[in-house]
């Protein structure tokens, strides 16, 4: 039986609002409603049903035609909302976002979000949608638009079947049917798999489900005739247990839903309970819950779901880089702020372009025409990314040679020589080879350089180039994040990753190294006060650095470090252990400009007094010392009084950076230690 024509049902506009509303809140502060992401999963199934009582209550149209008008009919709702939005928060991230470690990837989600892939992008980059990185990236909420694109890509060729009416139907039904249950079993694969939790999480494949329950919902109806409006529905006293039900168990799934079960199995419970008040509501509209979700209220917000889904996060992640959302005046004023952006795009991009007579006259062109504002708009975006310190207000994007330490500006200084890089295999992490090419200077010294760390032995890598410039000789530089050699914190817990990769480099420094040859060490060996995205209380990393337990594990790795590098002592290579550099209370990176200088991050200063510092490290700086002492020729060398050459230590020098973030040096703090670096390598 053909559904009714119904060209609006206001209770799904109420399903609507409830579903962007606990995604909001939930992106606002988690606490409030601990489950509010899985409201995605909510658009998912109504996005599936409505999309199917869109085409079938259109005039069938058949062959190219169809597609067309389908694509054309997609690229109207979606494309243009969605590419003004992509281009502001370019914008906004050009002038407000520096580049680092929390931001690496959202150049490239951004570009991929213009096509519907940036579900693909944070999937194979391994961003935890639950991480700080996500957190810190404004396009990380394009995932779900990319998976219902993906679907839409596919949704005509199944859908194609049930508009020939007759036995078409029944394939149709029977097509999504086992695409609904593929990828519901894959997804329950993934989630019996430890470490898939990223891939299970955005991938279409495992999404797909979510959408065909929506159409599955909407082909059961259709067959069944169960569009056609029940004068009797108030008779139907059983209506009222199952609404409650279906409440229940959507509100359950929007508080109890956990990160790393999603979309299964606790993506199960909004799928159902959405998919039961459809069923429900869609026949019999009438009752306390069809008039609850059809009020002014829920219908206003759901009409502007989309626009508040696409808005809410860039704004939010802005907030976070720039004056914080921790704070109740904070918040109220983004959400002031997405509430108004939502409601522009809605008046005057969505709507004018999705209902009014404006753009081209043909199904053919408004996908041709999609398709070329698309690239055009990545094409921007890539523009931005690529020229914004031209633009930004950040003080860390118009400086970069003083905030990075990627040597750049050596080609200026010494256009007359370079550093050949290779890249050497190492199991685990990362290694690479530094030499000097051609050169009219330098004192052309035959002296091999090892230098094995965490990500701070990476942190050196702009004095590392400009010795082998200065010098000559050879740099070998390892480095994985967390992996120190010698790293002292090996009572925090076991580290598999990192136990294979430090072996593997001491097996490489044991085949390579030669007598007059010097091994440098570096490494984070004290506790942080200060990450990327958040800060540590000092007392408490302090107690612990004293704790049994780590005085016992210092121990431990003291013996098990000298027994480990001795062959290398004995044989004439100097080994040189870093001591612990300051630790700031805040990072800098995020610390440096008028519009972040009051952010939560930044509260605990730029400075840490010496005295304080000295005693944090002073646990640390004695067990580098026995180690030292048990190794023949080995040597500490203190980076700190150079950093810190008052009773305060800061994180500048002469009003430039010394560190990027709470640790890592900058690149002008590479420039300030290289003749103390050099001074120790030339110390017999």
């Known amino acids: 039986m053909q559904p009714a024509r119904s060209p609006y049902v206001p209770h799904i506009d109420g399903l609507r609002a409830i579903a962007v509303l606990s995604v909001i809140l939930y992106h606002l502060k988690a606490s409030w409603l601990p489950g509010g992401f899985t409201g995605v999963d909510v658009f998912f199934v109504i996005s599936g049903f409505v999309v199917s009582a869109s085409v079938d209550r259109l005039p069938p149209v058949g062959g190219w035609a169809g597609l067309a008008r389908f694509y054309a009919r997609r690229i109207r709702r979606i494309v243009p909302a969605l590419v003004v939005c992509l281009l502001v928060t370019a914008l906004l991230s050009t ?12 150049d490239k989600t951004g570009r991929r979000a213009f096509f519907g892939l940036s579900n693909w992008v944070l999937a194979s980059t391994g961003n935890d949608y639950f991480s700080p990185r996500t957190e810190f990236n404004p396009y990380t909420h394009t995932w779900s638009l990319g998976v219902e694109e993906q679907f839409y890509l596919l949704f005509p060729l199944l859908f194609l079947a049930w508009l020939r009416a007759g036995r078409g139907r029944i394939v149709s039904l029977a097509l999504f049917a086992l695409a609904t249950v593929a990828s519901l079993l894959y997804a329950l694969r993934l989630a019996g798999q430890g470490g898939q939790e990223i891939q299970a999480f955005y991938v279409t494949t495992t999404r797909f489900w979510q959408l065909g329950v929506g159409v599955l919902l909407y082909q059961l109806m259709a067959l069944a005739g169960r569009f056609q409006l029940d004068p009797a529905a108030r008779g139907l006293h059983w209506r009222s247990p199952l609404l409650l039900l279906a409440l229940a168990a959507l509100g359950y799934g929007l508080w109890a839903a956990r990160p790393g079960h999603s979309p299964y199995p606790d993506g199960l419970w909004p799928v159902v309970a959405t998919a039961l008040l459809l069923a429900l509501l869609q026949r019999h509209p009438s009752g306390w819950t069809g008039r609850a979700l059809s009020s002014a209220p829920m219908v206003w917000v759901g009409k502007l779901s989309y626009s508040l889904y696409l808005w809410h996060w860039p704004v939010f992640v802005v907030f976070r880089w720039t004056i914080g959302l921790e704070t109740v005046t904070t918040g109220a004023a983004a959400l ?7 409601w522009a795009s809605w008046r005057w991009v969505e709507q004018p372009l999705r209902h009014g007579g404006r753009g081209p006259k043909t199904n053919l062109r408004w996908v041709v025409l999609g398709i070329a504002v698309l690239v055009l708009g990545a094409g921007l975006q890539s523009v931005l990314a690529k020229h914004g310190h031209h633009v930004s207000l950040s003080t860390v994007s118009r400086h970069p040679l003083d905030w990075y330490p990627y040597a750049k500006g050596l080609k200026r200084e010494v256009p007359d020589c370079r550093v050949v890089e290779s890249s050497l295999p190492v199991a685990g992490g990362q290694a690479r080879l530094l030499e000097r090419g051609d050169c009219a200077q330098g004192k052309g010294v035959d002296r ?12 050196y890598n702009e004095l590392l180039r400009r010795l082998v410039v200065a010098e000559g000789g050879q740099v ?24 294979a990769y430090t072996a593997n480099v001491l097996a490489d420094l044991l085949a390579t190294a030669r007598s007059g040859d010097v091994v440098f060490l570096p490494g984070l060996r004290v506790p942080r006060l200060s990450d990327q995205y958040t800060t540590f209380d000092p007392a408490q990393q302090q107690a612990e650095l004293e704790s049994d337990a780590a005085v016992q594990g210092r121990a431990a790795e003291v013996a098990t470090a000298i027994a480990q590098l001795r062959p290398l002592a004995e044989r004439g290579v100097r080994i040189v252990l870093e001591a612990p550099k300051p630790v700031l209370p805040a990072p800098p990176f995020r610390c440096s400009d008028t519009f972040n200088q009051h952010n939560p991050i930044c509260a605990g200063g730029l400075t840490i007094a010496r005295d304080r510092m000295q005693a944090l490290r002073a646990p640390v700086l004695a067990s580098l010392q026995q180690v030292a002492d048990g190794l023949p020729g080995a040597q500490v060398w203190d980076p700190l009084p150079t950093l810190c050459p008052g009773p305060v230590c800061s994180a500048e020098l002469d009003g430039k950076p010394l560190y990027f973030d709470g640790d890592h040096l900058s690149g002008y703090g590479n420039r300030v230690l290289l003749p103390a670096f050099q001074k120790q390598l030339d110390a017999q």
Request: charged share 10%.
């Open 336 to 342: 002031v702020l997405v509430a108004l952006l939502a």
């Open 448 to 459: 091999h350089v090892f230098v094995a760390g965490d990500s701070h032995a990476l942190a």
């Open 95 to 106: 002038l407000f976002i520096p580049e680092s470690w929390l931001s690496e990837t959202s």
């Open 476 to 499: 070998r530089l390892y480095g994985s994040g967390g992996c120190a050699l010698v790293g002292l914190q090996g009572w925090r817990g076991p580290n598999p990753g990192c136990e």
